[in-house]
């Protein structure tokens, strides 16, 4: 795809080359600067996640049986998040990186931005890039991994019984080495990598909101049906490997629930109406920033439109039924000549 000079400071956009992880896997050699080695990283990050609980809870006795209700190996939800949840979101870097460098230039390259409003748009791609860049928030969400999170986990999540990662005495839960490095290690690297996907949808909200407010060229009578902005609901799909990976880790969890402490599925109604609500709203919110602006075009459109069809019927009244002109079917024929064959 061929961009305007204009449009080259667009294709510099991305919601993910770039923050203190991103620079540590640069110089780990687990990434590149096109976000190549998504193999490596998922293998790596299996191996600092899942298979040291393997080999933990095979050195406890914890691997297929033991005293626990819930041993390792059927323990869905750890082999759910760490082997399809966990990869997912290294997947999706990849995804939403190429797809999102298609779709910001096309703001520039369809006009929708103009040469007037081009300052404010750099400007606010660079407002983007530098949050997302920002040291402080990374150890802030470190923070918070530790902290809140870890509590949500802990009090709300994890299974109230007997696993092969802690025993419940006396009513608290006591962790196994393989516990620790679990809760500890394991639940917080996965947590982190979420809690930036959240923070990056936050920028990639922020970002849309600033631009709607810009002096756009919106067109109400575009094919698109969106003024011309249908092209950013390709930014759904980028997202959906993200969907993908929230999905399959609801599912682990109630699985869970529902083997070793037993519920039904029912008993999650409410849950998994808030994830699908949330989740829903994760990826389409930050397009709805427009839906102000676009109520606005339309009415503006409707009255634009409505002058033109009024001063189309007038001239039409005027010239063929009131301005005398010729009629629209001559009846005669005084050319025809009529032959009558006997």
Known sequence: MNHSPDSKQADDFSLVLGGPLFQLFIRARLTTDTLNLVKRRVIVFSLITWLP?????????????????????????????????LPLLLVAELVVHRRMRQIVPQFVERGIVPQRSLPEFKALIDSAMRLRNSVVIEVLLIVLVLTATHYLWESQMALASATWYAAI????????????????????????????????????????RQVSRLDLHLVPTHPDRAAGLGFLGGSVAAFMPLLLSQGALLAGLIANHIFYEGKTLLDFKPEIV?????????????????????????????????????????????????GGAPPLLNTAAPNTTYTQTN
């Open 274 to 322: 808030a994830a699908v609500v949330f989740l829903l709203l994760l990826v389409l919110g930050p397009l709805c920033v427009f839906a102000p602006r676009l109520a606005q075009v339309k009415r503006q459109g409707l009255l634009d439109y409505g002058a033109l069809a009024n001063r189309y019927v007038d001239e039409f009244d005027q010239k063929w039924l009131r």
């Open 169 to 208: 005495v006396n009513g608290h839960r006591q962790y196994s080495p393989a516990g620790y490095w679990y809760a500890f290690v394991s639940i917080p690297v996965f947590q982190f990598l979420l809690a930036r996907w959240f923070f990056r949808i936050f920028i990639w909200a922020r970002f849309l």
């Open 53 to 85: 609980l393997l080999l933990l809870s095979v050195l406890a006795g914890e691997a297929v049986g033991g005293n626990s209700k819930v041993p390792f190996i059927y323990d869905l939800d750890v082999h759910v998040r760490f082997l399809a949840a």
